[in-house]
């Protein structure tokens, strides 16, 4: 036998597995939509029932993040489900077990599932929506961000003065056009609803370290 023909034996016999079935590729994901956080200029710092509402509906990545599954795994074998809950029916997620979600990564680790954080600054210049999906281990597996500016506008300054007046002839009316320069007014920088459907569609971008199927394991060896 050859020196080329023993290391392709050789490295076959390293990385020989048993087939893997359709149960195998099986792999249940539940994700855990967290609370906004909201950071202000000065600070502070709150939560947004709105935006909580908002984020919630967005959030729904399940088809997303099942083909990006696939993509990591075998897309045509890959089965799985991807079950996404918020702070009105966690306790209804089949691994529930209570805790405090003031800290919903380490809940997720107890509780095992995956938990989308999000932290939203506002200030006076610009507001940022950062989303960041962690993983049963607590291991951040994905990520996404937008930035809002505000804008400047400039109202036009002007009024028209009208004078009566009463001539030998009969009255009159006069016009006085004054005009200033224009006034700069600053407009706050806003987070709209389509800038959280965009985050919510970049943090669908899971790593491949999310994905815990033999074919996902068997993939990360060969190529470490």
């Known amino acids: 036998m050859t020196i080329l023909m023993m290391f392709w034996a050789l490295f076959a016999s390293a990385y020989a597995q048993e087939p893997v079935t359709e149960n195998d590729e099986y792999q249940l994901v539940q994700i855990y939509v967290d609370i906004s956080e909201i950071i202000t200029a000065d600070g502070s710092t709150g939560t947004s029932a709105p935006l909580n509402v908002l984020i919630s509906h967005n959030a729904q990545l399940s088809y997303q993040i099942k083909n990006r599954l696939q993509y990591w795994s075998n897309p045509d074998r890959w089965r799985g489900e991807v079950n996404v809950y918020d702070w009105q029916n966690v ?10 979600y003031g800290d919903a990564i380490s809940c997720g680790v107890k509780n095992k599932h995956w938990t989308l954080r999000t932290v939203v600054y506002v200030g006076d210049k610009f507001s940022t929506i950062t989303m960041k999906m962690y993983d049963d281990t607590g291991k951040q597996i994905a990520k996404g961000s937008h930035t809002a500016w505000g804008t400047i506008r400039w109202k ?3 009024k028209i003065t009208k004078i009566k007046e009463q001539g030998p002839f009969g009255g009159g009316t006069k016009e006085i056009f004054e005009m200033w320069p224009p006034e700069m ?3 706050p920088p806003l987070i709209k609803p389509r800038h959280i459907r965009q985050v919510c569609y970049s943090v669908s971008e899971i790593n491949q370290r999310s994905c815990r199927s033999p ?3 068997y993939n990360r060896n060969i190529w470490k």
């Open 91 to 100: 306790k209804h997620m089949p691994t529930f077990k209570n805790c405090d």
């Open 156 to 158: 036009p300054r002007w």
């Open 185 to 187: 007014q600053e407009l």
């Open 215 to 217: 074919q996902c394991e």
